[in-house]
């Protein structure tokens, strides 16, 4: 127990005669620009950039595809048509053709319903976009008329 307190005894003096000889060759080292070597230099990098990879199946990519495209036919939605002509066959190919010629910036198509044979142009997503196509319309076939087909329901 002696011994004990000796060892700490001479630790405590040789604590404080170090670190009075400290004080004493720098006073205030904070300020001491000779004191620079004791600050270790920060690089501060910028966080890396964060990198996300999906593994899918190309299928997918083929899936909507397919959907955009039947999307802007029309397959899945509520639009409009024109009607240019109902009746024979003969007719209806020549007023698509003539459809085509004077619209081509509309699809024409015939539609076949038992006996007749109706050419249908466009595919307008509102009422308005079809009452803007028929004002055209009107002036090469006075009789068309707007309308909204029935969906199958297969």
Not at 30 to 57: G, H, K, R, W
Not at 84 to 97: R, V
Request: proline share 7%; with cysteine.
């Amino acid at each position: 127990m002696l011994n004990t307190k000796l060892y700490l005894s001479v630790l405590g003096f040789c604590l404080i005669f170090t670190s009075s000889t400290i004080a004493q060759e720098n006073p205030n080292p904070v300020l001491d620009s000779s004191n620079n070597n004791n600050f270790v230099p920060v690089n501060i990098l910028p966080p890396p950039e964060a990198s996300v990879t999906i593994n899918q199946d190309p299928k997918i990519k083929m899936l909507l595809d397919i959907k955009a495209k039947m999307e802007k036919n029309g397959d899945f939605s509520d639009r409009y048509k024109i009607q240019l002509y109902y009746g024979n066959l003969n007719k209806a190919n020549e007023i698509m053709k003539s459809s085509k010629e004077s619209f081509p910036q509309w699809d024409s198509s015939i539609q076949w319903e038992t006996p007749n044979y109706k050419v249908w142009m466009g595919n307008y997503r509102t009422r308005l976009e079809a009452d803007r196509a028929l004002k055209e319309v009107h002036t090469v076939f006075p009789s068309a008329f707007i309308f909204k087909p029935e969906k199958n329901k297969s």
